[in-house]
């Protein structure tokens, strides 16, 4: 999958190519509608999720394979059939888990967590900006947010400090910049806790201690109803939460 062009691959139950094509963006949904019913191998990447409810309302079977167990099989030069080919071929192996596909909800409050995540770096990285130009000025501020947003209005009514009118017209707008991040991340906070809200998994997370509205959603995002889990080591492993191997022998 991509952008513009896709790169179809078909293969026999006995894995055998007999088909492959290239269809354009608009031209994808009509192929699998148009296609007998069968399993989709999808490389579980960006937009494959999208592709993945839309292709399965076309009454197809969908498999989202991990990208790392992608490699493997690939075999001859790099190109769009012989990736296709080499999921194709990676979906037949059963040792090679699905990932669940994401539903609009989950993507939803994904997206939330993103914007908010996206608005805390810029956020960090605006104070680190602040706090390095008013170094320049001999003016030297404690870290945390608090503090800055404490002292930039300090500096700018100090008749004492020696800073020019330029720079505090810099530093206002500075400010300026600030308050919106924080209004932004305020915004999205707000979100994630009303969506939280109105989602029975969410609630039911929340009664485990240490879990609120935004480690209940952020869990939500990635686990889903746990419908795709046999059990709770699987989602441990899923998340990353457990110990890599590292030995070289059994």
């Given amino acids: 999958i991509a952008k513009r062009f896709f790169h179809v691959v078909c293969c026999n139950e006995q894995g055998r190519l007999v088909k492959k094509k290239m269809l354009k963006r608009a031209q994808v949904l009509s192929f699998f509608q148009q296609h007998t019913t069968c399993l989709v191998a999808l490389e579980a990447c960006a937009t494959s999720h999208f592709w993945a409810r839309e292709i399965r309302k076309c009454g197809h079977q969908i498999k989202l394979i991990p990208p790392q167990h992608v490699k493997a099989f690939l075999v001859g030069n790099k190109n769009d059939y012989n990736d296709a080919l080499a999921i194709s071929v990676a979906s037949k192996q059963h040792h090679i888990k699905s990932v669940c596909i994401k539903s609009v909800e989950q993507q939803d409050n994904q997206a939330q967590h993103k914007a908010r995540e996206l608005a805390v770096r810029q956020r960090t990285a605006l104070c680190n900006q602040i706090r390095g130009l008013t170094a320049e000025y001999g003016i030297i501020l404690n870290q ?102 590292h030995s070289s022998g059994g």
């Fill in 144 to 245: 945390g947010v608090n503090t800055i947003r404490k002292s930039i209005p300090l500096i700018l009514e100090d008749e004492n400090t020696g800073l020019s009118g330029a720079f505090k017209a810099v530093l206002k707008q500075l400010e300026t910049q600030l308050s919106n991040l924080d209004s932004c991340i305020e915004t999205y906070s707000t979100l994630i806790v009303e969506t939280a809200k109105n989602n029975d998994i969410c609630q039911r997370l929340q009664t485990i201690p240490g879990f609120g509205p935004m480690v209940s959603s952020a869990y939500f995002n990635e686990v889903g109803n746990g419908s795709n889990y046999k059990r709770g080591r699987d989602v441990s492993a899923s998340l990353g939460i457990v110990p890599r191997q």
